[in-house]
């Protein structure tokens, strides 16, 4: 890259390009190429690039993939309450201790986040299972 485009595009770490890059799939509604996410980014990045990020996400299992002649086709492999639970339970899977993170996740609840995980849990869920 030239300095004139170094300056109109900074160098992003991997984590914002992989937000942004999983924001225009959630959005496009179908399964993208490298090149049509490429064009998506309006030159942000090269194709190279755009493969390079799009093979790490699906080896993360962010995303699944489809031929589409030459190429993959990419899509997300879910969707936002999805990834919002899955980094939830990478927390609670790093943490040696389940039963405290989950008290002091319950204890911060509001009344109606915690009767809707109430719901959510079924009619045994009072029970202490």
Do not use: C, W
């Not at 300056?7 to 924001?23: F, Q, S, V, Y």
């Not at 225009?24 to 049509?36: D, F, K, N």
């Not at 790093?94 to 109606?112: I, K, Q």
């Amino acid at each position: 890259m030239d300095g004139e485009t170094q300056r109109r595009h900074p160098k992003l770490a991997n984590g914002t390009r992989e937000a942004e890059i999983l924001a225009l799939l959630q959005r496009a509604g179908g399964a993208l190429t490298p090149g049509e996410v490429t064009e998506r980014l309006g030159g942000g990045l090269t194709y190279s690039s755009v493969v390079t990020i799009l093979t790490r996400m699906h080896d993360k299992q962010l995303l699944t993939r489809t031929r589409r002649g030459r190429a993959y086709a990419y899509a997300p492999a879910t969707d936002e309450a999805g990834f919002a639970a899955r980094r939830m339970r990478t927390v609670l899977e790093e943490r040696p201790d389940r039963e405290a993170v989950l008290a002091r996740f319950a204890d911060g609840l509001s009344d109606t986040d915690a009767e809707l995980l109430r719901q959510l849990l079924g009619p045994d869920s009072d029970t202490g299972r």
